[in-house]
Every structure is written in structure tokens, then in C-alpha cells.
């Protein structure tokens, strides 16, 4: 019964607000644009250093695209860029999103060297 009492009563409260549980509600898509000569990989990295990798694309080809989402705003995120060809590191960028945006284009020629 107390159970029932405690969620009953956070039910009540969280309804009664504005306030969103899902983390990724202030999250919106974006694209990843392969502006170089050669297929890339893409990882979406844990830190900067990208010692954990979260998720890693498919090869995208030559001035191709990969659409991507942010899991929230106000958060650094860290992609790291690979020639398919031959598993080198291209480069490193991190990303801030402080609002949602729209049409959002990240070129891999923007990457810097990682850290």
C-alpha cells in the first residue's frame, strides 16, 4: 500500500508540471556531411578523447550525408571522424547545441585534431 501512496503522489506531482522525464526531448536531428575525397566512419564518443565510442556509422561515401541526433542541448558531444580505407583518425569536433536548430550541417573539413 505505501508503494501505491508514494507513486500516486509523484504521479500527481510530475503531472501537475511542466517538467519532462525524457532526456531526450530537447534533442533534434542534424546532418553529417562527408565533405572529403575518401568514405569515412563516424563515432559518437564518450569523451574527448573518444575512448568509448556510443555508436559508429556505416562508411559514408564522398560528399554524402548521415543524418545524426543530439540527445540534448547544453551538452558537449564529441564525433570522431575515420577514413574507412585505411582506419585513420581524419579528426576530432566537438559539438555544443545551446537551442534547437534547424537545418544543422556538420562538415567533416571541420575537424580538428583530437585531443
Known amino acids: 500500500m505505501r508503494i501505491g501512496v508514494v507513486v500516486g503522489l509523484v504521479v500527481a506531482l510530475l503531472g501537475g508540471s ?22 569515412v566512419t563516424v563515432r559518437s564518443c564518450a569523451n574527448h578523447r573518444c575512448s568509448k565510442a556510443y555508436w559508429r556509422s556505416k562508411p559514408i561515401l564522398p560528399h554524402r550525408t548521415e543524418p545524426a541526433n543530439t540527445a540534448a542541448q547544453g551538452f558537449d558531444e564529441w564525433y570522431q571522424f575515420i577514413a574507412t580505407d585505411t582506419n ?10 545551446r537551442g534547437k536548430e534547424k537545418n544543422v550541417v556538420i562538415r567533416m573539413s571541420s575537424a580538428t585534431a583530437c585531443a
Open 18 to 39: 511542466s517538467c519532462n522525464l525524457d532526456p531526450t526531448a530537447n534533442g533534434f536531428a542534424f546532418t553529417i556531411l562527408n565533405d572529403t575525397d575518401t568514405a
Open 88 to 97: 585513420a583518425v581524419i579528426g576530432c569536433i566537438t559539438v555544443n547545441f
